[in-house]
């Protein structure tokens, strides 16, 4: 089913009304779960996209050679909402997900082995450390000194005790200096003393971690690389599943609607959006990230920490760079394919097509390392990332090309891959987030609660789709054509 668009601007005329029960903002996983949810339940939900395509965050890049995955791709074995929708709509699901070849490892421009890094000069770190590779040292501290039973128990008042840096308490644990240097170079966040404890903490997929212990996984890595055999990908791209969700709502989805002003007052919700159109709702979610909302105009505005949560919670910046591969290297250079670097790339991947071939690379810079990538122009930052790689690895010279070059902070709907609430702030924010500005109601991962990942945004659209149905005083609507029984 094909979905609305606006057309060209000023396709409506500026003083023309639409009105519906619930408007929604933002077709990703979490907008659309909330109006399918609201729309089942008999009401009538009008979804406005920015884009000219649903899906968010979950994006697989159709137009670059191999179809990679720009955005979500790994659907843990306890995404129970995912997978539930995925089987709803008869999305097909395939096992493993982001399988990749083992890590090299290059310091100061040295390529050392996994099976040398124990014993190497350039391993300072410390006791226990030195037998840890460098991409398992945050998980390691994380994993062993975790102080929650369950994945609510952060949102707890005594939690606030690791509302602090990851490297204040990384340190009070008595990390090596080399050991926190190593974990810097890794990271999305900034640095290990921005980003929050706590929020790392919520991050830990308890009960995925258990589902690894019960398969006997043994992938080194960290717990997203350790959990990748035992996940699931959305057969021909992970947007297929928004795109599903999408076509049962019709033409409720209005691509190319961006929205400029929310106005809310006691009776409902005006929306303005920048071609002139207006809606107005009982209620509205907004269910974009946080950097797009901070260019949305509220009225009454917000206030107090949630206006601090909604311009002060960071977004990461990731870059990547996509390539194909003429020649196996690593075959002639003895080294792992996969590299981990302290350099500008963070890491070169060398994924495992899921038909049995090797035939392509991803390198990833993330946090600072993205930002100061992204200022080359994309085509520069390719041929960057390119040179790199062929001075780390000789062998690799004449053997690739790029094929692609994505950055998430250049997205202009994104604007970022993904949220972390800053350190001293963590519980705060957390709580603030998913408070209701008068009928607007706040949906996405940026509003996390028990649940990570795609499953964190999934359970979002939930959460705030029973908010309004418990608050609407229409709870004996009839249901809606295309509704389900």
Excluded at 52 to 59: E, W
Excluded at 75 to 83: K, V
Excluded at 207 to 212: I, P, S, V
Excluded at 275 to 295: H, I, N, Q
Aim: with cysteine.
């Amino acid at each position: 089913m094909a979905l609305a668009s606006s057309g060209s601007a000023f396709a409506r005329s500026p003083l023309a009304e639409e009105k519906s029960d619930v408007i929604v903002i933002g077709a990703g996983l979490s907008g659309l779960n909330s109006a399918m949810i609201l729309r089942d339940a008999g009401y009538k939900v009008l979804v406005l996209e920015a884009n000219n395509r649903v899906g968010g965050r979950a994006y697989t890049a159709d137009d670059v050679e191999g179809r990679p995955e720009y955005g979500a791709n790994q659907i843990g074995p306890q995404y129970a909402r995912l997978r539930g929708m995925a089987d709803k709509l008869g999305i097909e699901l395939k096992q493993g997900a982001n399988l990749n070849a083992p890590f090299a490892f290059s310091l100061n421009g040295e390529l050392i082995s996994k099976e040398s890094w124990p014993d190497s000069e350039f391993n300072l770190t410390k006791g226990e450390e030195r037998a840890l590779l460098p991409s398992q040292l945050m998980g390691h501290y994380l994993l062993k000194n975790d102080p929650f039973n369950a994945s609510g128990d952060w949102l707890k008042s005594s939690a606030s005790a690791y509302d602090i840096s990851l490297g204040t308490w990384f340190k009070s644990l008595g990390a090596s200096p080399a050991a926190l240097w190593l974990m810097d170079q890794g990271l999305i966040a900034p640095d290990l003393w921005s980003a929050s404890a706590l929020d790392k903490l919520q991050g830990i997929p308890r009960e995925y971690l258990a589902t690894l212990n019960n398969a006997g996984s043994d992938v080194q890595g960290n717990s997203f690389e350790q959990a990748a055999p035992v996940s699931s990908r959305v057969a021909g791209g992970t947007q297929r599943l928004p795109e599903a969700m999408a076509a049962t709502l019709g033409d409720a989805v209005r691509l190319n609607q961006q929205v400029a002003r929310l106005d809310t007052n006691e009776t409902g919700v005006e929306v303005r959006c920048m071609d002139g159109t207006r809606y107005k709702a009982d209620f509205a979610v907004s269910a974009v990230p946080l950097t797009v909302l901070r260019r949305i105009s509220i009225y009454p505005n917000l206030s107090g920490s949630q206006r601090e949560a909604v311009a002060l919670t960071p977004y990461a910046s990731t870059t990547f760079v996509y390539l194909n591969v003429k020649r196996r290297y690593w075959e002639d250079d003895g080294f792992d394919a996969s590299l981990w670097t302290d350099g500008p790339v963070n890491s070169i991947r060398q994924p495992f097509d899921y038909t049995g071939s090797r035939e392509r690379l991803i390198a990833v810079s993330t946090g600072l390392k993205g930002q100061r990538l992204d200022q080359l122009p994309p085509k520069e930052r390719g041929e960057f990332v390119l040179k790199q790689i062929e001075t780390l690895r000789p062998a690799a010279e004449g053997q690739l090309e790029v094929s692609g070059v994505h950055s998430w902070a250049q997205e202009p709907f994104s604007a970022g891959c993904s949220s972390a609430l800053p350190a001293g702030h963590t519980l705060r924010f957390a709580n603030a987030l998913v408070e209701p500005h008068g009928r607007i109601h706040f949906a996405g991962e940026h509003t996390k609660r028990l649940e990570v990942g795609m499953e964190s945004a999934m359970e979002s659209g939930e959460r705030v789709a029973s908010e309004i149905m418990g608050r609407s005083q229409s709870t004996a609507k009839p249901p809606v054509e295309g509704a389900e029984e």
